[in-house]
């Protein structure tokens, strides 16, 4: 999947406050790890949502950060946005998400 400077981003504004509460990770925050280079993204195997989900650990300043986002038409619909488990920061830096 390739992304551009130019994506479209949404989200449920709900989601928005809900996420913020429960992680303190702001969506446009969490907008940035697609702009990172080294960002590792596979599909979301975790369950059936309706709709296939992506996963994506990227490094937005000097945090790492576990998203999942969907496609829809052109834009890109974040879901979840939290800072990445020590797990997920140690497949981050080795470029391995089979961990």
């Known amino acids: 999947?390739?992304?551009s400077y130019r994506v479209e981003f949404e989200w449920d504004p709900a989601k928005v406050q809900a996420n913020l509460r429960k992680h303190k990770v702001p969506f446009?925050?969490?907008c940035e790890v697609f702009?990172?280079?080294n960002r590792l993204e596979r599909v979301d195997a975790s369950g059936y949502y309706g709709e296939e989900r992506w996963t994506v650990l990227g490094r937005v300043e000097q945090t790492i950060l576990f998203v999942v986002f969907t496609q829809r038409g052109r834009r890109t619909r974040?879901?979840?946005a939290r800072r990445a488990t020590?797990?997920?920061q140690r497949s981050y830096w080795t470029g391995d998400l089979s961990a």
């Open 1 to 3: 999947m390739w992304y």
């Open 28 to 30: 446009l925050m969490a």
């Open 35 to 37: 702009k990172d280079s």
């Open 78 to 80: 974040l879901i979840s």
């Open 86 to 88: 020590s797990n997920e």
